[in-house]
């Protein structure tokens, strides 16, 4: 009799447990799963960024102003095949799927109004430093309030083995003038 009242919540917590698995970014994911982002890209190319589990990989401003975007192996997926389909541009190719599944660093996009020279991300008691740094590109000025700055952006990697894809962190810049600190749930995006 006690056991049939708590079959509801035992269903509740395996359906909680099994769909936030679902979400955290994996560092092997399958060829399905790759098309799978790549549809989501190309079926979704005007608002990718709005979309889940895309819009869970940004964090800060970004792109207005300062934060970034966590572009995981599916989430980078996404990201080119919606920049190819608006552009008019030939389905990603399988070589360059399986090379983005081959990879072993995570790069993070990062956009600031301030010259970043260190970035960093805290998790689990551990801080994890970008195993290197690049220039991006030149941006145009960011507007809004508080902008009209020339922001920096830069891409830096981080090796998938020393994160934890299950787990929240803080990913941290630090600036000229200081350092600020974005949240980031990793089981919120593939």
Not at 61 to 68: A, T, V
Request: hydrophobic share 40%; with cysteine.
């Amino acid at each position: 009799m006690i056991a049939k009242k708590f079959i509801p919540i035992i269903i509740v917590v395996l359906i909680c447990s099994i769909s936030s698995a679902s979400f955290s970014f994996e560092v092997n994911p399958s060829d399905e799963k790759a098309h799978k982002a790549i549809a989501l890209g190309s079926k979704h190319f005007m608002d990718v960024f709005a979309k889940e589990p895309v819009k869970f990989a940004i964090f800060g401003d970004w792109p207005k102003g300062d934060g970034g975007i966590f572009e995981s192996k599916l989430i980078y997926l996404s990201i080119i095949s919606s920049m190819r389909v608006r552009s008019r541009m030939p389905d990603v190719s399988d070589e360059k799927i399986q090379k983005v599944l081959n990879t072993t660093e995570m790069p993070v996009r990062i956009s600031s109004s301030l010259k970043v020279f260190k970035v960093i991300i805290k998790q689990n008691g551990k801080t994890i430093e970008a195993s290197r740094i690049e220039d991006a590109m030149t941006m145009p000025p960011m507007g809004g309030a508080g902008g009209g700055g020339h922001p920096q952006s830069l891409k830096a990697y981080f090796n998938y083995a020393d994160l934890d894809p299950n787990g929240k962190a803080t990913i941290v810049l630090y600036e000229d003038f200081g350092e600020i600190e974005f949240p980031v749930d990793f089981s919120k995006f593939d």
